[in-house]
């Protein structure tokens, strides 16, 4: 029992003549996961920021190096500097539509944590049991599904390496390399982050605790897919 503390021995006060005590200890705090949820994706939404904005400036320079003309001494005219880059399109587009399931598996892992989160407390309750229910590996899937589309990525760049297209070989090759690349770092933290979420859950960590970690990294999952399919697009119209 708390150790109960007199603070005023006072007889007039109150007209009763007893002490009065107060606790020495403050009731710890319930923790407000749903604040911590608000302010976790407000976090996100700043980090984003810069990333789109990084993003917005390569597309810039791309387009504007991609119709750059250059004067021809020996002709007496401008010409075009810009060679397009062969893209391995059945590839990309395989590792596209990789990114996509593992978009949608991310998803359904948020889902299903996020409705764990909410039976938690009933569950606590003394003599209610909800029973064993199976949950698939979402998590696990989506980092399997994360590290195939990596892999494909290195894959792309070996066949561009092999077609004579280099990260130093030319203004076109070296953007195509670079955006790829940055994209990829960013998707390959995103992958830290699952296996980060995969070893707390196997470790028992509090269900609210894994479920900000997945609500945030399955947002964050969700716009790498759609950075993704605008680097696609942005390729394919500097192509023609």
Known sequence: MPRLTPISTNPGRGGDGLPDFQPDFIPDRIPNYGERLRRARMGLAVAMTPIVMLFTSFTAVYLVRRGFLSFDASDGDYIRVWVPVRLPWALLLANTVVLIASSVTIELARREITREAALAPVKSMPGISLGDERRFPWLALTTILGLVF?????????????????????????????????????????????????????????????????????WYWHCMTGLWIYILVLFSFAAQ
């Open 150 to 218: 990596l892999a494909g990525q290195l894959f792309a760049w070996s066949i561009l390496s092999a077609a004579g297209f280099h990260l130093a070989g030319g203004t076109s090759s070296s953007f195509v390399y670079m955006l790829t690349a940055m994209h990829g770092l960013h998707l390959a933290g995103g992958v830290i982050v699952l296996l980060f979420a995969s070893v707390a859950a196997v470790l028992h960590r509090p269900v609210e605790t894994r479920r900000i970690v997945v609500d945030i990294t399955s």
